[in-house]
């Protein structure tokens, strides 16, 4: 009887350190499991900002073109624009060329929207 009893003492507070453990293991768990989430998630929000800021580049250039389908052209000037009137949605384009209508023409637009800024060059 006298093993019994020393073996029964001995065990007092296995249980509760093994839960503290196994609470640790997982609590350890579920926090690199959300830093993961996290930063998934500010991955996600930065391409859709780069899409809206590659539209508003792609706005630029679609811009210089018109102009210079209207022989109204500017050299060596940035011009700044807007998508829709807002000003979230912002864009510049500059024309490289001593004549517009020449062929050889270089239009670099850049759009900007929130951090993001995305930047095209088309040549003509």
Known sequence: MNIIKKTKKNQRGVSLYMITIMIAILM????SVSQIIVGATKITGGVGDSV?????A???VEKALYDVSLNNCVYYTPVA????????????YTILSADCTQTGTTIDAMGVYNAATRKIQINY
Not at 28 to 31: D, K, Q, R, T
Not at 81 to 92: E, I, M, P
């Open 58 to 60: 792609d706005s630029a």
């Open 81 to 92: 624009g807007t998508v829709n009137g807002d000003s979230a949605y912002s864009f510049t």
């Open 28 to 31: 350890g768990f579920s926090l």
């Open 52 to 56: 809206k800021a590659f539209h508003c």
